[in-house]
């Protein structure tokens, strides 16, 4: 288990209260409750989420248009088709607006949501990481929470590992750690988003070291240690989903978000930030 640490769950409440507002808030179709009582059997191969194992293969997937995929999805620096291109493959990783579950399944019982992840549906595990981390919840705790976001990354969200790293941060942030521990800490986080990137979605990492920029003085000692770090997760990951049945990662990328990335790494590139000190570092790597 990557992270099963105690942490104090007021606080980390408060970290993602907004974002179940947020999410509450959202006005997207719901789900037939009908439908809620047909499973499929897990793949041996890896299908994007909005397919993965759920109530049955009619489940709605998320609709992305011109006019929303700036207000709910945040891709900027792309062509408006390109735009919904890349908005529709981050649902398939597993975000949303405000990067919380699916709004269809709020509606599900907490023992709905189990039935559902128990039979390999990512988003009922999504949904159940933001039920135990939702200040609604009276029995909320990211210590319960991890193990429903761990397992959705095994599955195939690199979303789960963005909410999997949030949680530790919270837990650093209220941590008496002495400086020199704490930074390796928060390489480990950003290491959870290194895996994100291997497995071709590099939004997490880019918003982690934007984040961080300004409070850790990044060297390449630590550029290498998250690159270590974060294989090692990945081997992990993948050695669980061998496990499972569900054969390699499928790490492909569309066209639209491989140019998303490109313009990105332009902007980064004429700023001269952390972002592109970690491309030149990778380029240095491959020569």
Known sequence: MLLTRNVYIASALVCVCALVIWSIMSKKPQLSTASIHQTQQVSNTEKPIATQPTATNTTPTTVVTTTSYKEDY????????????????????????????????????????????????VKAMLALGAHYTNS??????????????????????????QRLGTIAEVEMAFSSLPAEQKHVAMLEVIALSKVAAIRGDKYPLTSILRKYEDEIQFTNHDFEFIDKRGQEIYNELQQQRNALGLGPFDNSVPDAVRRNFLSHAQYHESQKDIQYRYAEYEKSKQK
């Open 74 to 121: 945040g891709v900027f620096g792309a062509s408006p088709s390109d735009a919904v291109e890349v908005a529709q493959w981050k649902v398939s990783m597993g975000y949303t607006n405000a990067d919380l579950p699916a709004n269809e399944y709020t509606s599900y019982d907490e023992a709905t949501l189990r039935k559902l992840a128990d039979n390999g549906d």
């Open 136 to 161: 609604t919840n009276p029995n909320a705790s990211p210590d319960v929470a991890a193990p429903f976001y761990h397992k959705a990354a095994v599955y195939g969200s690199t979303a789960a590992l």
